[in-house]
Each structure stands twice: as structure tokens, then as C-alpha cells.
């Protein structure tokens, strides 16, 4: 699954799409936490902006609970009745009917009441199931994870980190939107028009805008090349010695064990080639590699 797009930066406004939005749950009027960072000085990234729907000072209480369940009427409401009398505050959460299967997969973005609950509530649901327990006849298993989502926010990290500049009071999304103006604008300046780098994490519900430095030139490439192994090799060494920085690469099959789609986001900031230049050599290079390469795509990104 592809978790990323590219974006500008309209005013001081960062439009996210509605696929990405509905996925992470960002609705009008809903409130985000933020917290800025900036990278280092190597690299094409410039400044970082985190956003999560939970305030930093519950990181270290949120959990993943998944829970497996009988495909019956009531066994969702049974599932949320457990976790409610443990006074566990579900925040988001899917559910899906497990393919090929008669169970429903419930995945939970949990609330503790205390870091290191999650051993205690194991505890207390297999001793319930032990004693073949009515009320939990129809929860089959419960996996429990850290949510970890702390890592992102532990301060001033090492030379070769981002650091952690400010962190932003709530604000609400308005349109789709998120304003950077409302929270970073004394940081952040004159941004109108530059290259944003949207990724999500679907797990933890966390949102990455990123904001590259201004020498930054990005080209998209699409090409199809053969589905077989050392095909995105031969497509990857191709630009390796133009001093290129690739910032994604997306592959999908298009025809299994015959053609693949490959898609490439890079920085040609620092090459020695232009846009133009690399356009024109690309088609004549993957011509001469083993198998059946097609330029189908190329633009800056501008």
C-alpha cells in the first residue's frame, strides 16, 4: 500500500487528499497535536511536522489491542463491554471480517490507564476464557503492542537525527487543511509553493509533513520494466551514478511474473545533470538493459 503523496504548500496551508485524510481519520473540524522538527543539514529534507489526533502526554499509555472475534451477533459489543469495564478508553479503531474465515479482526487504538497495563489485562482475559467466562464467549484471542508512538518525540536527538524545535498548541483542520501559519508561522516563512512530502503511519494514526530545503529539485519517473527478480536493480543502477537522492520508490505489478509498474521520486538537486538532460538519456539507457524497459512517465515536480 502506498502511504505517501506530494503536495505544496498553498499560502501556508497544507491541503491533504481525502483518501489520506478518511484513512486517518482528519475531519473538518477535528483537533491535531503538532510537533516541529528540523533535519539535518545533509540530505534534502528541511523541516518536519508531526501530526496526531493524541496529546503528546499520552504516548506513553497508548496501546495496540487487536482482538480476534467470533463472526456472531454481540461480539462486538462484548469485546467493547471487556475493554470498557477495565476502564480502557478505545480512541480509533477498524474492524474487518477475516478473509476466508468466520472471525472478525477488531484493531484498536487504546487508552491505559497506566503503561504496563497491557500484561494485567492479558491476564485477567485468559483467566476469564480459563473458566469459560460468558462474557467473553466470543472474543477468540487479544493481542496487545506498544503503540511506541514516543519515538518520535524524545527532544534534541543526535547529529545525524531531526530535532525537535517546537511543539505546536491544538489546532483544527479546516477544509482539509492544516495551517502552518497558525502555529509555526514564526518558524516557518515564506513557504508558499514549496514541495511537501505527506506520509502516513495508518498504524499509529500519525500524520509527516515534510517541507524539503530550497536547492531541492524533485523529478517523478514512471516506467514499466519486466516482473522478475533484478529488474528494479538494473532500473535503480541506472541512475546511481548521476549523484541522484532518491526520496521514494513504489512498485505494483501490472501483469504477474511479466510487466511491473515502477515509480520513482528523486532529487536531482545536486547532480550534474538537468532535468532535461536526464529525460532524454533515460529512454536510451533502460532501452540497453536485459529485458523490456519503457520510459512512461517523467516530471518535475516544480
Known sequence: MKIWEFAKVNGSKIKVDNWMSDTMGLVDGGCVYSTLFKHPAQGPKDYEIILSMFPQENYRTLTHITMYLDDVPGSSAQAADFLAKKGINILNSISLNGISDTVIVWKLMA???????????????????????????????????????????????????????????????????????DVYGDVLKDIDG??????????????????????????????????????????LSVIAGWNVNLISVFSKVKICYQTMYLELVMDIGKSDKSAEQIKDALPQIIDGLNGIFTLKEFSELN
Open 111 to 181: 487508552d491505559l490507564n497506566f503503561a504496563g497495563e497491557s500484561d494485567l489485562l492479558l491476564e485477567s482475559f485468559e483467566n476469564l476464557k480459563a473458566r469459560n467466562d460468558e462474557s467473553v464467549s466470543k472474543i477468540k484471542r487479544i493481542d496487545i503492542k506498544p503503540a511506541e508512538i514516543g519515538r518520535l518525540f524524545k527532544g534534541n536527538s543526535s547529529q545525524d537525527g531531526k530535532e525537535e524545535i517546537k511543539r505546536g498548541y491544538p489546532t483544527t483542520i479546516d477544509d482539509g487543511c492544516f495551517d502552518v501559519a
Open 194 to 235: 514549496k514541495n511537501i512530502l505527506i506520509t502516513m503511519d495508518a498504524d499509529s494514526w500519525i500524520l509527516s509533513l515534510t517541507l524539503f530545503k530550497s536547492d531541492t529539485h524533485l523529478v517523478k519517473v514512471g516506467m514499466e520494466i519486466p516482473d522478475c527478480p533484478g529488474s528494479i536493480t538494473q532500473a
